[in-house]
């Protein structure tokens, strides 16, 4: 066990899986971590094949110390997931410089294995997954070099790696899928363990909603019972924004909603919703959603919140009306949706005391406000001009260029100062229908802010003043409006039918757009069966195959005897009997057979022409057939290129031969 | 000799064969669970699939184990016969009848590693067992293992003691040269009255350098029986006995050993040479043969046959 390794080769394997592991870790970590790995493998190399200086025991431990040092440097702590695993990469590197002995190198193996799970830690994407497995089979292929140096080639080692691997994949299927899952974590989560995640602010500053519609990052995936509602009633209802400073928009004190209470005006719209991590606990609805998810919080603003912020990815099934009457506003309601920001500018409180007098009533001063938009040139842009310190009256009287959330924030205050109530929501509109799996995505560049009035004849009324002046947006979508702002085409009053010749498709934007599509739904599904298959995922998976409820010992039962199954199944076509002689040789055993009845018996280490050759000496009369069959049989069996007369021949001088 | 019967050739199966973890394979399990507690605290699936994976992995490293060894034959080949005080070299023949490759299979006596072989699907390997030969007679065979930690080194499968029906035969070792005893009625007179160098046949012996090429017996040579030299009657060839009687007051292990020098310096001399034990007795010749069926009665004497 402890013996040492001479063989330049295994080291070489060694390197190849290692380098394989500790690839994926080059995306994440400081490039100096990666680095003291590749120059410790690389110096190990060069000691060996051209005779480097190999540091001693004391210079290795100076290095180490020196690593160590470094790490903390990096992370001011050694514990957690990221120092975790700089630790364990740099200390690798390290430790090629002193292998010796079998053992020292079936250890790093077993490390390699470690890292490549610590690379699942930053990603779980399908390419991730491919790659593990290449790096699982390089390391395998591997450790099989360090048990057996000889023998088989590297070709060999990896066929024979990839077959039990391949053997090893059902069984780990079962394993996976019945696993009992449980639901949070066994200890607190470092810090850094949900870094990165992008999801909708819960602030409406201007151009934070600009900022999202930047990235195309899937922010939810919706699939419907039946035909999906048309684009423009798509709107995902997130948060609702109450409360503002002038400058910014934010969320009023959370209620929860004594009961779900609004009359529904049209027939429900059910579907199933799949939301990233954004690691906010805001649950998207369709406006608006008619029932209360599991682990989740009805608000009385009539949005969903999670128990706690969405860390991973987030599976509900919701009922929605997009035709309702929220009816009559509380007091406590009422208040908040009226407050005007203190640096209200005269002017704009002009412009909305004018509409009141002109109009009276909540919606045609609202309609007023759209027609101002649509008259006075604004334009909606993706690209807005900056803002000064009062965002409102720069926008409504100087710059006029804006995106959604500039003229939902002019709007909101506009008809606050008009002594409507009102609010600002902000969510998603619209999303790409998938043909290829029949189900909506909605990207964060799909985030979008509106506002809702409130009337006494209809409770709160969703009006979108973008639609006042770019319909685009909300017939087409976001992708529509950045291709018409590339083509140079003005939005607000297009003609239909130029409007459809500029969203045509060439043939390969059409090819390009239906692969990007089966890959998401490639994605999805291995989503839904790795990276989102956790406790609730298992139970309904147990619930598909009639195991609801079941216990936690039942289902671990049912894992060891599923996983027993398949590994009897396996022993028995491993170890069965061959039945498959050679031909030639069940030929050449009866001939033996015969044989010995008439005395002369084989013995085990006796090759078959010394066996003749002692035959014959013992029955000259018999030599001459003997030794052709012996001949020919030798023939056959070991020679090349041997046709089939000759085993014919055989058969035919074996059955007639008698001793 | 043992009561139980042992066989010529024995094939490994199951209930033959035993398997437990190495210290590799306990490390293994440790790195397992560490990275199901990654995975559990992490919720994170492909963690779990790798560490099911690599567990899976194990189980069917652990059939490719049993596989390494199961059905495989293993048989003791001829072992030429040595005198005592030498090493009698055993040859264990493994034959693998399967289609697939052994590799990695070690054979064990007592705990101590002998010698690691590949065998080829359908094919054999040798393995030489040396044990040293320290008393005359029939020394068996020993019982051996085989073991294997193929493929992955986490499990360590090892064999029931295997013991196989073969076995060496044990000359008496040689004594020093001692001076040969003759009792007072035989001479060293010839016993036939023929001229030296007669061309009566008598036998073959082995071919020594130096030997005319006309002797040889080219017959044998084709049968690939080894080069041996035909000897013609020669009337001055002296005839000896080696008798037992000839050593009083020796013990029989000392008596055995004389006569084995005796016989071996007979045979080298070339001459005719009969031995008499008290309850056998050769006819005076020579040649290999001879010398072995003489030197087989002297490692036997006295033991069951």
Redesign the interface.
Known sequence: MSTALHDRRVLHSLLVAGTCAVVPHALELPLWVIAVFAIGAAWRYACEAFQWYRPGRLVRLALMLLVVVAVFRQYHTLLGRDPGIALLITLLGLKFLELKTLRDFVVSLFVFYLVILGSFLYSQSLWLGAWALIAVLACTAALMHLIQPAGLNMSQRLRLSGVMLAKALPLMVIVYLLFPRISGTLWGLPEDAHGGLTGMPDMMQPGSIRNLSESSEVAFRVSFDGTPPPLRDLYWRGLVLADTDGHGWSRAPARAAKQVSFVPLADPVRYNVTMEPSNKPWMLALDLPAIQPKDARYQADFTLEHREPIRERLNYSLTSYTRYNTGALEASEREPALRLPMNLSPRVRALAEQWRRENGTPLPIAQAALDYFRRESFFYTLSPPLLGDNPVDDFLFTTRRGFCEHFAAAFVTLMRAAGIPSRVIVGYLGGELNTAGNYLIVRQSDAHAWAEIWTAERGWVRVDPTGAVAPERIELGLEAVRRLEQQGIGLGSLPADAVRRAMELGWFEYVARHARWYWDLTNMTWYRWVVDYGKERQERFLASLGLDDISWSRLTGLLFVGALLVTLVYAFLLLRPKKSVDPAQALYLRFCHRLARAGMVRAPHEGAINFAQRCARRRPDLKNRMEAITERYVRVRYGEQTGADELRTLKREVTVFRA | MSATHAP??VILGRRQLFMLPT??GL??AL?LV??L?????????????????????A???M??T??NL??LRL????CAPVFAGEAAVF?I?L?N???T?R??VTVMRDKKEIAGV?IPA?GSA?VELPVPATIRGRLAIPPVTVTT?????LLYSWSRRVALEQSCLVYPRPADPTPRQTREQETLEPTHGLKAGGDDYIGTREFRPGDSPHHVDWKAVA??EGWHIKQFGGGYQPTVWLDWDTLPGLDTETRLSVLTRWVLDAERAGVLYGLRLPEKSFAPANGEHHQHECLRALALFGLKP
């Open positions: 010529s050739d210290r590799f490390l293994f790195l560490v990275q507690l990654t995975a559990i605290n992490y919720g994170n699936g492909l963690a779990y699939a790798l560490t099911f994976l690599l567990g899976s992995l189980v069917v490293s059939l490719y049993h596989r199961f059905r048989a003791a080949g001829i040859r023949h034959t009848d399967s289609d490759p590799f990695g590949d359908r040798d930690r193929f493929p992955l080194g049968r690939g």
